[in-house]
């Protein structure tokens, strides 16, 4: 072998072991160094004959330094060409490898954190929730009015943009965008729902059954000792369950989003049996009414709690023989109570009466609140009446109700629905429009969109009615 093919596959064999990372090969001593080669005049061209020589009629093999294109000898570039793989394909898998431990180090680390800081539930549900809600906006379709099959809705809730819709057998869900996700039968003598923000609660009022669900799956099912009364859901999921008691006037317990009790509170006859619950947005704190028997008449009372403290919390005592209907945070700090006499705002710190707005004798027949605005349908004399009210509870419009059977408070405005029509008010009190309608509206809720409820049917309210 030639000094200059010897030198060039040791060149070779270095870069190989460089790229890999293993010892560098010892150079031939009795190669010589090299030296740039003299310039020689070529050669006078010679004619195939007796005197040319073998060596001279082949082709010249070559350099180190020469290009190794298409018109190069085909012996020349194979080698070429099977060096460059093998110095690439080491390189690429340690890449490769690389990457690899490094997206499982970051995933390892995540995970640890979440471990460490209590929050892999939540940190879990609120991935598959995202995920969820990217499903259900690839697969939208159908639109509005859509069909629901249920003819006489026992509950309807916002779910999400969406809605759930219950009757005495069934459950339909859909999504923001009209699509129907699913239909659920529960199986449960007397069936109710509570709503969070994308998941659901269905349990056996008076039974010892419920199952939480998402908008597109079951998730998790738990059996009581004792009969179900109330639940209610926090936005994150967090769930809370009220039910009968032996030595108790109930009990209430609060379980997490994978259903592990975090929280319970033992209830005596003096504090009454809770029929009105709902949590602050922080997911932890909740408002509970509570009714008892007190010197021979129902006395209602508000309980502002936490389930990150074990000791009781502030308490309003309502008015002698007015009974608790809804609770509402309005914010952190403010609980809106309303009860069938009147409404009060309560400081959630001190459970201290902050405003107060009272019916004048006149009977509830409906109560929306949408942030900070609250909507009042009162029966009067001789029909309805509509009053709104702002965060402390003062009057910011009013209107003549006719004979409306419900009301519904939106960002920008107020739906009132009779027998035959659907009529929007603005905050104010003004009519914006009426529309008569075939079919008896049974509801409208609050949704993504106002949603116009049927027997069967569901449509989109628009701003002309």
Known sequence: MRAEDKERLARRQRMLARERGEPLPDPDPAAPKKSAPAKKPAPPQKSAGANASPKASGPAKAGPDESDGSDAPAGVRAPSTIDLLRLERPSARRRRRRRALLVALLAALLVAAAVISGAAGSAAAFAGDG????????????????????????????????????DSEDVAVYSAYGTKVRTIQPGYARPALAVGNTRFVLYDRGGTSLRTESRTASLNTLTTD????????????????????????????????????????????????????????????????????????????????????SEMGASYAADAGTLVLQLHWLSSTRVLAVFDAYAAVLNASTGEAVA??????????????????????????????????????????????????????????????????????????????????????????????????????????????
């Open 131 to 166: 995920l969820e809600s990217l499903s259900l906006y690839l697969q939208r379709g159908g639109g509005w009015p859509a069909t629901t099959g249920i003819r006489t809705p026992t509950r309807i809730e916002a779910l999400a943009g969406g809605f759930v819709e219950l």
């Open 356 to 465: 107060r707005y009272d019916f004048g004798g006149a009977t509830l027949q409906g109560v929306s609140v949408n942030d900070r605005t609250t909507a009042l349908l009162l029966a009067v004399h001789g029909g309805n009446r509509l009053v709104v009210l702002n965060s402390d509870l003062e009057t910011v419009g009013e209107a003549d109700a006719g004979q409306a059977l419900g009301v519904c408070c939106t960002d920008t405005a107020v739906y009132l629905w009779d027998v035959g029509s659907v009529s929007a008010y603005a905050p104010d009190g003004a009519c914006k429009w009426t529309r008569d309608l075939d079919s008896r509206p049974l509801a409208v809720i609050n949704a993504a969109q106002p949603l116009l409820f049927t027997a069967g049917r569901v449509e989109v309210l628009s701003d002309a009615g």
């Open 226 to 309: 004792m009969p179900i009364l109330l639940c209610a859901m926090s936005q994150n999921g967090s769930l809370a369950v009220v039910t009968e008691s032996d030595r108790y006037a109930a009990q209430l317990d609060v379980y997490n989003p994978n259903l592990r009790s975090v929280y319970t509170w033992k209830m005596t006859q003096d504090q009454g049996t809770p029929i009105a619950l709902t949590f602050a947005a922080d997911n932890h704190r909740f408002a509970a009414g509570t009714v008892a028997a007190s010197d021979g008449q129902l006395s209602s009372r508000v309980y502002l709690m936490d389930t990150a403290h």
